[in-house]
DNA sequence: TTGTATGCGTTATCAG
DNA sequence: CTGATAACGCATACAA
């Protein structure tokens, strides 16, 4: 009992200190007198784990505890080419929108048992193919993209054939198995609700290099007169130039994503004549800004709750593949006290 | 030369559509009539490459490209004890100011060649430990963490001696790598500007368990006479829950970091009369919000750069430990125009 | 029920 | 300059 204990004091405190590389099954084996097998399967329970004796496996899952052992998750992955990890690669994490879906897609896949390693493309196509061959390499189990890339050829030129995948926030032809908003139906509920205060000329802020966005932009212009036009890629920058390069003034400024619509807010000088602002996704909601808003607020928690679905079954059923069909959700209108003060007409 | 361009194309459709699995040394190996050791030799390139014959360098390079060669990282990380990957496991990747550096430190780290793994603890330290214990199986060659505990021993606990580590936002006793900013020189200047509109008495929304906000709220405190305050975790929620509990009018709420800022505007109803806001690090900056706000502003490139070169510096100067001290940023303030509109009581 | 042997894809050691 | 061969730590088919 006695040099039991001191034996674990030992072992503890060698632990503790870490002087000694981190144990192995090996280790273990020679320290209960049974095979690297043995031992593997114990720890792995499960089926295997409960064909063994009784007494071999207390023995094992004590000394297991005693030298403090980990499973080296990278031996384990390069034998059984699963590392219980999945990727998302996103278009800009510094947007809130994207942070607030990784947020909640990490837990989500914790939940699950799975490990979530969160990448940033920055909008920039060729970081996205580097990160996209890296983490093939990497031997991810499942993998969620933002893309910046337009066609199924172009995006799967690094994309393991077979490998667990969702598309978000943006389609790509040719590729079922993804989970965006319906962005026509959210635009014309935007459209509708500009028009109902008087609406008539806008300016447009938009990233054409985005699906997502260009389909705001179009759909955004069928409604109305647009008498000025900035495009750029879907950040800051992009709505400051849009309210910069401004000639006429607009009934309302479309910006396509939040982020523009920020660059447009942080010009505006003049509060007294504030245009209206319709824009997509802002977060936190600006209800007191005494610029009219209105926003189209997709529903963030479905988006991620709905892509770590699909991509879970991917991952289970495992030859499902592509199949299965894109998850289309629906956003909602929202808009803030200084644009419910404006007048109607009708 | 038309068998070799057929050849080519043969595999490189082969390859496209990605029928058989990846290639190994092994594989072209073969294809070369050379050895593994030798094509290994080739592709790591630098000293031990340059010393093989040049002709065998070029047929390995074709093969290689021919058969569409990507290392294996996991088999190489399993044999060289390194991953070219830290992970940075921030405590609410849903706040702005941690998505913001992470954005940072991401670009910054794949401009020297490594990729970046995002994990958030959502404030939680039991989380945090899973993450600490799930990274290092995992091989990790560093890791910037922005931790929810607040001793060197609890932190440590899970952390493989020796692995370069960085504590990023929030300093822990005994543990000297760490990049902050200084909470009680900026929350003074905070204080200061408060104090020049006339501010007497003030709300206080605080996370104790959080030592950042903890220096802030105490040293907030000791400037002002505290009316009334809540506490809980940094997040939205503990702002909105401390305008609801507000009995009595504070010249001034202070809210220990943005989120709970945000919690609070969200509540606020009359603009009329609205309270002062001061809180840390609003993104963006609400300039034309109708809520006076001041707000200490930390230097986020200053934060994301410094953490990744002390970061560099351990993994290049191998034994380097967590020797170097703490780099202290300072902050500036940032006060937006309905501050600015108010009178300066001497 | 348990042990032996083999392989995952690389790098590193040691001969030639 | 090059080629066998042994690790790295784990899982598993096959024997016993």
Redesign the pocket.
Known sequence: MTSKMSLAIWYGVALHFSCM?PA???DIARHT??????V??V??GGE?GR???H???QRVREAAKLLG?R??LI??T???RRSHTVALLVSDIANPFFSSIGSLVEQSLHQQGYSLMLCNSGEDPQREQEYLQLLAQKAIDGLIVVPTVHTRNELMQNIPHGLPLVLLDRQVEGINSSVYSDQEASTNLLAQTLKRVGVKTIAIAVAPSVVTHRIRGETMAAWFEVISREEGPPLKDTGRRAFIHLSARPDAIICTNNAMADGVIECIADINHPPIIATYDALPVPHLLPIPMAIAMQDIPALAEECVRQLMRQLKDEGYGDAGCPTVLSARIVTNRAFDALPTRV
Do not use: E, H, W
């Open positions: 590389k192995t099954l090996v007198k049974t095979s690297v097998s043995t593997s399967r720890l792995a295997v064909r063994i004796g007494d071999t496996t052992y499973p080296n031996a384990r390069l034998r059984t």
